[in-house]
């Protein structure tokens, strides 16, 4: 029986399988004499976090150690999935630290959002998972936007305590933090620390100064996300790469939205013609049609004319599961977890939405 190794640098046991998991090694260097993971390699070498993934149950059990520590705890958030992105449960861990929540792909946004709205209404989200933030702050880690800003005032925050990062999976956490490494050790200085031994499984530490650490955690996987039922090729085409445009259909009851093949918006009543804003990848197809049509349309024309889902995501496609909704005084967004929203006016609306069974569909008031 070969015995478990464990990555020097993080502690995780090395695998050679999966290199989006912790502790991945390719077999070709699995007779290093310093072993150290796929992760670990990139950030010594190269100064560069590499995004693993982690199940909520595994990485839950992980964030115990958090608490005890007198540390910040920045926790990154997508702003295209806010509710789809919080990590359930962060609250019990993080004990009395300060949390700090990063909104990232502000640069999806369309230009005329308020974003003072967006950070207050980020607070608000927050309280919902109990979770009290010291600050917010709105970046885009592909652009770099606000990210000196972010660095600059949790520099003054810390007071030389460690910063956990926390984030679930495609947030954008790992690009977020080697902003910041690139920031505090310049572009071309090697972070040549040693590494240190005992650090929790998957957790890797950053040096900030001689003191404290700035410590990377592994992206949480949230199963009730549109991204985890799609095919890569699929994935490219739902997650948004630029500035979303606002689609608006004018529609009265009777009639139905088809976002791809994903996602089904039946209006069954309304007390006049509106117009349905839709927020979505620019590269998503929506199409509209009559409901009493809609059955067919779905049966005949899944991964053709309604798609994604394309034919390899097929292969596993749940069916679509009803939620019905009613608007009455304020304009409201119907969010399908890890695709985008709909915002539905303010009148006397109820609607079907339907969405693959396990994809989170909530209502919130209206963000923009």
Known sequence: MNEQLYCQGCGAPIQTENKQEPGYVPESALNQEQ????????????????????????????????????????????????????????????????????????????????????????????????????????????????????????????KGKDVYVVGCTNVGKSTFINHLIHQSVGEKDVITTSYFPGTTLGFIEIPLDEQSSLIDTPGIINEHQ????????????????????????????????????MVRLDISEADDKYGYICYFSNRLSIHRTKTEKAEELYEN?????????????????????RKTFHIHEKKMDVVVSGLGWITIPAGKITIDAYAPEGVNVIIREAII
Not at 229 to 246: C, F, G, R
């Open 35 to 158: 072993l150290i993971c796929q992760r670990c390699f990139r950030l010594k070498n190269y100064n560069e976090v590499q995004d693993v993934n982690m199940h909520a149950d595994d990485f839950l059990q992980m964030l115990h150690d958090i608490s005890d520590q007198d540390a910040v705890v920045v926790n990154i958030v997508d702003l295209f999935d806010v509710h789809g992105s919080f990590i359930p449960g962060l609250k019990r861990f993080v004990g009395n630290n300060p949390i700090v929540l990063v909104g990232n792909k502000v640069d999806l946004l369309p230009k005329s959002t308020n974003l003072n709205k967006v950070k207050l209404w980020l607070r608000n989200v927050a309280k919902e998972y109990g979770l009290i933030v010291e600050d917010v702050f709105l970046v885009s880690s592909v652009k770099g936007t606000g990210i000196e800003e972010a660095s600059i005032q949790l520099d003054q925050l810390r």
């Open 226 to 261: 549109m991204a985890h039922l799609m095919s890569a090729k699929d994935l490219k085409i739902i997650t948004p790469k630029k500035e979303v445009k606002p689609r608006v259909f004018q529609l009265n009851d009777g009639q139905t939205l088809f976002v791809g093949g």
């Open 301 to 321: 024309h899944l991964g053709e004319m309604l798609s994604p889902p394309s034919e390899e995501t097929l292969e596993n496609w749940p069916a679509l599961k």
